[in-house]
């Protein structure tokens, strides 16, 4: 499993000319999901999420996390973060989970958010998203559960 986290000061997404998700001072998460991941996994990528303390406080250190800045998060489901580009020139998402699972997973994701932040924003799974970012920093984090 991976998480892009990107520090934002608002950011958005749009299906089909219409906002589907929209949050302010928070984490825009894009998320992507391989075969192999379960649900102990994503726990542990959204206890990790959730936790990071990547806000400045009154001293300019990054010291702060969601819970201290009220902070709100737009997930998004994204499978081009398992993009295999060795090969030619030609990416292969032969490891992206499979389309069920995968849904299953993200979904699964969102609800692990929602039973700590109150603000949780999502994308629409397997869409064509537009999305939108004043990444604030700019700051942004990979996590991925292979090295954690």
Do not use: W
């Not at 998320?31 to 400045?56: H, P, Q, S, W, Y």
């Not at 109150?118 to 920093?137: H, T, W, Y």
């Amino acid at each position: 499993m991976k998480f892009v986290i990107q520090r934002a000061a608002h950011a958005s997404v749009t299906v089909d000319g219409q906002v589907v998700g929209k949050i302010g001072r928070g984490f825009l998460v894009l998320i992507g999901v391989c075969n192999e991941d379960t649900t102990e996994i994503a726990d542990k990528m959204v206890r990790k999420m959730t936790g990071l303390r990547i806000f400045e406080d009154e001293n300019g250190k990054t010291n702060l996390g969601l819970k201290d800045v009220n902070g709100e998060l737009l997930l998004i489901s994204q499978f081009t973060l398992y993009a295999d580009c060795r090969k030619g020139n030609r990416p292969s998402f032969i490891r992206a989970g499979s389309p069920d699972m995968a849904e299953d997973m993200y979904e699964y994701i969102i609800r692990k958010c929602r039973e700590t932040v109150p603000v949780v924003e999502q994308g629409i799974f397997g869409a064509d998203m537009k999305v939108e970012l004043l990444n604030d920093g700019p700051f942004t984090i990979v996590l991925d559960s292979d090295q954690l």
